[in-house]
Nanobody, 127 residues
């Protein structure tokens, strides 16, 4: 069982930046591909970004590409999401997800493919 804990959310003005963190309890963290998803009220959970086990492969949703960067701490148990030029539409609860995989460069954009989820951290962008 992997426990994921997100942090770093908050209230920010449009155009601002936030860096979300996700700490994993699993010592074999490097065996997991990781992802960030978000869900706004009344909307389905949507893919934001994913990163492979190695950290060398990443994928982004079109609506955050160029504004967000996913990274992972290769020596530790954390994954990050740097978000810049935030927009009102970025307001949502952001979730970290993990999937154990034997494929080193696998990035996953489908939420059903992930095994473990955190509780989420709220990001609110104001005008």
């Amino acid at each position: 069982q992997v426990h994921l804990a997100e942090s770093g959310g908050g209230l920010v003005q449009a155009g601002g930046s936030l860096k979300l963190s996700c700490a994993a309890s699993e010592r074999s963290f490097r065996e997991y591909a990781m992802g960030w998803f978000r869900q706004a009220p009344g909307r389905e959970r949507e893919f934001v970004a994913s990163i492979s086990r190695s950290g060398d492969s990443t994928a982004y949703a079109d609506n955050v590409k160029g504004r967000c960067t996913i990274s992972r701490d290769k020596a530790g148990n954390s994954v990050y999401l740097q978000m810049n030029s935030l927009k009102l539409d970025d307001t949502a609860t952001y979730y970290c997800a993990a999937r154990r995989t034997s494929i080193l460069e696998y990035t996953i954009s489908y939420p059903d493919s992930y095994e473990y989820w955190g509780q989420g951290t709220q990001v609110t962008v104001s005008s």
